[in-house]
């Protein structure tokens, strides 16, 4: 594991946002990117990462990018690749780069299927700040947490997390979860999104977000097949 960072602002919110159930943390986190113009500060390396790279117009995109938007003191994780396996290792690298830039919250975000027909939009959270409840998010009483997430409800001790879910009734990209996101997010962090375009916005991301996760997983099945063949 090798965590690279340019810049190590302190006192940070660290949101992070990983492949998952409806890529909802991967579309969330490349729509914040976009919209407080967040600079690019490091990445995380793993050696058991594939050795995959993705080029988008013209610019290669690091399979797990670390991102800071300087006025509002928010550290972004955002992943672009496969991280199935590696769970423990990224809560790892995240509880670090806490401990490193002394982060005061880690919020968590992930889809989580609907317990209803189609899906209400719902949001939910785990946390022990009550402000979530205050701002209309609904505590997440039963449910199963898996990936990134859960092994950050393990591990992560250097700062308070707050896990926010957002309802999906589909295994594909879904943009309507992922705004349902960046609406809880902006009344708890106070970001002033503008929510006229924010379902179009997150309808281009997903397309944006399929199309560079079907290329790793096609470039990966090559890999593999490749790796077949030398055996054969």
Request: glycine share 10%.
């Amino acid at each position: 594991m090798k965590i690279e960072l340019k810049k190590k602002p302190k006192n940070v919110i660290i949101i992070e946002g990983f492949p998952g159930f409806g890529l909802v943390g991967t579309i969330s986190t490349e729509f914040l990117i976009d919209h407080l113009g967040a600079k690019q500060i490091g990445s995380i390396w793993l050696e058991d990462l594939a050795p995959l790279l993705m080029v988008h117009d013209g610019k290669a995109i690091d399979p797990l990018g670390i991102f800071y938007d300087k006025k509002h003191n928010i550290v972004i994780l955002h992943a672009m690749t496969n991280i199935k396996g590696l769970e423990w290792k990224l809560a790892s690298s995240l509880d670090e780069i806490c401990r490193q830039l002394k982060a005061k919250e880690v919020i968590s975000i992930e889809g989580v299927g609907s317990m209803t027909a189609g899906g209400n939009g719902g949001a939910f959270y785990y946390s022990d700040n009550k402000k979530w409840e205050k701002i209309g998010v609904e505590l997440l009483k039963e449910g199963i947490v898996i990936g990134v997430t859960a092994a950050l409800m393990v591990k992560l001790k250097c700062a308070p997390l707050s896990c926010v879910f957002a309802e999906t009734s589909t295994g594909l990209p879904d943009s309507r979860a992922a705004a349902k996101i960046i609406e809880v997010l902006d009344k708890y962090l106070n970001l002033k999104v503008d929510y006229k375009p924010l379902l179009k916005k997150a309808a281009e991301f997903e397309n944006k977000v399929k199309g560079l996760m079907d290329k790793s997983k096609e470039a990966t099945n090559i890999k593999e097949k490749k790796e077949l063949s030398y055996l054969g």
